[in-house]
């Protein structure tokens, strides 16, 4: 079963920018497209961008396109999350998931499995 470890949350001013990271384990990466997803408390976990195996798609949630960008690393079972201008409303836990290819394959934003790691926690105070 695929697992990953999160990190590189924290508290960050709004307008600011972080970078998130996570190591999958247990499985082959590469053979895999991933995303990121985010859950605030009270609210549904929502989903934050995907990145198809060999990096050639990518798609982002409408409320953080062109703030985002995912990005991937074969060799290290590494996928990332830049995060700019962020605004209070960004403020989540962040993990991450194996996701659907879809088809043609690419990616797409629906987590394959409902078991989450740990996530790393990202605060914007407003």
């Known amino acids: 079963q695929a697992q990953f470890v999160e990190s590189g949350g924290g508290l960050v001013q709004p307008g ?3 970078r998130l990271s996570c190591i999958g384990y ?6 895999n497209a991933v995303g990121w997803f ?3 408390p009270g609210k549904e976990r929502e989903a934050v961008a ?3 195996r060999a990096s050639t798609v990518t798609k982002y949630g409408d409320s953080v396109r062109g703030r985002f960008t995912i990005s991937r690393d074969n060799t290290r079972s590494a996928v990332y999350l830049q995060i700019s201008d962020l605004r209070p409303e960004d403020a989540a836990q962040y993990y991450c998931s194996t996701v659907w290819p879809g088809s043609p394959p690419g990616c797409t934003l629906r987590a394959k499995s409902d078991s989450w790691g740990q996530g790393t926690q ?3 105070p407003s």
């Open 122 to 124: 990202v605060t914007v």
């Open 16 to 18: 600011g920018s972080l």
């Open 50 to 52: 995907c990145i198809s």
């Open 38 to 40: 985010r859950q605030a």
């Open 26 to 31: 247990g499985f082959i990466m590469s053979d």
